[in-house]
Nanobody
Framework: LQLVESGGDLVQTGGSLRLSCAAS????????MGWYRQAPGKQRELVAT???????NYADSVEGRFTISRDNAKTTVYLQMNSLKPDDTAVYYC????????????WGQGTQVTVSS
């Protein structure tokens, strides 16, 4: 299984972007999909996650500006990013994970988001 991300771009401060991440094949829908990001010289950090039941979790730094959503039928997750700031500049990675007896953990290749001041 592969995760294919798209939507990264160069945008000005205050602008918006929508990231998408699609799995290459169907998989058990009992999982968590999420977005993480890594800026130059920094550790990878959680941005937002959403469970198969629709429960979303956000980092404090993006709460109120970013919205995560998913389409279980397509095993696709989206990240709507509004009011972007230069601090949001990073490579954004998609993750698909399940725990328990049939655990799995997949990462996408990353998509670059650059916010200019």
């Amino acid at each position: 299984l592969q995760l294919v991300e798209s939507g990264g771009d160069l945008v000005q401060t205050g602008g918006s972007l929508r990231l998408s991440c699609a799995a290459s094949k169907s998989i058990s829908s009992i999982n968590t999909m999420g977005w993480y990001r890594q800026a130059p010289g920094k550790q990878r950090e959680l941005v937002a996650t959403v469970s198969s039941g629709g429960r979303a979790n956000y980092a404090d730094s993006v709460e109120g500006r970013f919205t995560i959503s998913r389409d279980n039928a397509k095993t696709t997750v989206y990240l709507q990013m509004n009011s972007l700031k230069p601090d949001d500049t990073a490579v954004y990675y998609c993750r698909l994970r399940a725990t328990g007896l049939y655990a799995y953990d997949y990462w996408g290749q990353g998509t670059q988001v650059t916010v200019s001041s």
